[in-house]
């Protein structure tokens, strides 16, 4: 019970600290304070990694229960060194390009539409990068499973469809794409195929019953549900309706990977997430096992829909017994899972695997890696090399000691 | 530009399809947004695409570009675009593009890139970053000029402007799959 008490004040400790970032105190004076703490090395808490053109923030995972992030604690991935100071009152949202009627939205107005509120999650397209497992190379960037799959978080997002405001403005039979700009100094941009623009996508003004964080995009962010989060534009402020896709540099430049199946060639245009799920509890680093009851806990999703099935084992593979999906399951959204287990002290490794709405089953490093044309030792290169969309079935060692290990490439 | 009809043909097929879903219909809600005339359109519409059709007036060379290069991007980027304290901007010598693959920090050189276009829309809308938006066109299109002749891409005395830059060969424009994106993609699993 020690190890429970102690990670519940360090969730509360952690959940102040981040209010006050949050709320702006940290970033009262323009950003300056948080560029000068990083500029020294030194990152304002944990969790938390800051160069001179990047800002991250891991969420979690471990500290949390049920499946909405605290908006606080939502993940970000920032290609800035400081947050834009957006006037609400002066921010508009417009649309132009392959349209029949160019319009401009105040915020206000966009809050007077029709509104949706969906709990979905969003993930960086380099969760989970083998770049990421290992010895992580600051302290201060969280325990394994934060640093490691802690760039997925879950809200509900309330604002208007973005296919609200494209039949406002009237789409031409040219249009096929749209390209988005955010208000950030990096004038962050992306191209969504018109297809998932008229279908499910958001144009969010509110996270968790409040406004946009700042660190999530305030006044209006795009949520592209199901798709890897680059294509949800912070800061909001253009969209233009084209004919072709865009490749703006972020899409060309940061969110491709090359891969030795495709002979050198880099895959872009990943889209959808496939089926992931994680053990956030018991995880490397959160706790010291003690022998008996272990309530295992863990999240699942899939950019295909609704997560249809969670196993776990508890015996290094061998077996796998389905977990318990708690209520709310809704697609595209974070899925909670339990599974009850009694350790018997001796060592083993414990994993799950998800199974989604399209029949796919997450795979294994192995069969990844297959997937990809890679053998093993691809990935046990140092520094381990980067890989986007990286889902493989995540297993966590115990020692009989009750110490807890990530063992993905062990 | 041979790849001109190959690239085309797929989006425009793509968009009578998109088309036909979507409709032009009436307006819902015309009480709520404010209608953009040509010209605030043209204040802010500075996003370019691959065929560089928006790209403003305006010309550089190599030459021109490096005496703005050292002004306003060596402090980070370096001398000449390497060993700066971010992003190693040259891979590949002036005569000698890169031809190799593209694993790792290679990536951070425009020789990465499909289009010629990229490195122009991104300097002019997001560098540098303490005063982004501040470069004028013909300073944009020097800065270009010289990355891409450092890079091996084009000669010192090459001129960039509206019309040549988005005729520039590069040299990974093949480095892509699918070679141009397509959507809906190819019925495939989510790991492909």
Known sequence: ?410 | MSCSLRFLLPMMILAVRVAALTQSQPRLYPNLGTPLSQAEIQSFDRMIGPEGKELPAGRGTAKEGAETYAKRCEICHGKNGENGLLRSLVIGRPGQPYRGTFYGEEKNSPSYYPYATIAWDYINRAMPPSNPGSLTASEVYALVAFLYYRNGIIKENEVMDEKTLPKVEMPNRNGFVPAVPVYPPEKKPSWY
């Open chain 1, 1 to 410: 019970m020690d190890s429970k008490r102690s990670s519940r004040r360090r969730f509360l400790k952690q959940t102040a600290a981040l209010a006050g970032v949050a709320t702006g105190a940290g970033w009262a004076v323009g950003g300056q304070s948080a560029q000068a703490q990083h500029l020294h090395g030194a990152s304002p808490r944990r969790g938390a990694r800051y160069s001179i053109d990047h800002m991250t923030h891991y969420t979690p995972l471990q500290d949390y229960a049920g499946i909405i992030t605290p908006s606080p604690l939502h993940f970000m991935q920032q290609h800035t060194s400081e947050f834009p100071e957006i006037e609400v009152q002066q921010h508009r949202l417009t649309i132009h390009g392959f349209v029949d009627r160019p319009l401009s939205f105040t915020v206000e107005e966009l809050k007077q539409l029709p509104s949706v509120s969906r709990i979905h999650f969003l993930e960086c397209h380099a969760n989970s990068s083998p770049a990421s497992h290992g010895a992580p190379d600051n302290p201060n960037v969280g325990l394994p499973v934060q640093f490691m799959h802690g760039m997925t978080s879950c809200s509900e997002w309330t604002g208007v469809l973005l296919s609200v405001l494209l039949n406002e403005a009237g789409l031409q039979k040219e249009a096929s794409w749209l390209v988005s700009e955010g208000g950030d100094a990096c004038k962050f941009s992306h191209t969504l195929p018109l297809g998932k623009a008229m279908e499910d996508v958001i144009v969010a003004y509110g996270q968790n019953g409040e406004p946009l964080r700042v660190e999530q995009g305030y006044p209006i962010r795009l949520v592209v549900p199901g798709w890897e989060a680059p294509f949800s534009v912070k800061y909001l402020r253009h969209i233009k309706v084209v004919d072709q896709p865009y490749m703006a540099w972020n899409e060309s430049m940061n969110h491709s990977i090359t891969r030795p199946d495709l002979r050198g060639k880099a895959r872009w245009y990943h889209f959808q997430f496939g089926p992931k799920s994680v053990i956030t509890r018991p995880s490397a680093g959160v706790e010291t096992l003690g022998r008996g009851y272990v309530e295992i806990t863990g999240l699942a999703w899939s950019g295909a829909g609704v997560v249809r099935k969670v196993e776990v084992s508890t015996d290094a593979g061998r077996s796998w017994k389905e977990a318990k999906r708690h209520p709310p399951v809704l697609p595209r959204a974070h899925t909670r899972f339990t599974f009850d287990w009694v350790w018997n002290g001796e060592e083993t490794v414990i994993q799950s695997r998800c199974t989604d709405e399209a029949g796919e089953v997450q795979p294994s490093l192995a069969e990844l890696s297959k997937n990809w044309g890679m053998d093993l030792e691809y990935w046990n290169k140092t520094p381990r090399p980067r890989a986007i969309h990286f889902n493989a079935i995540q297993p966590w060692k115990i020692d009989r000691d009750g110490s807890i290990f990530d063992v993905l490439f062990a």
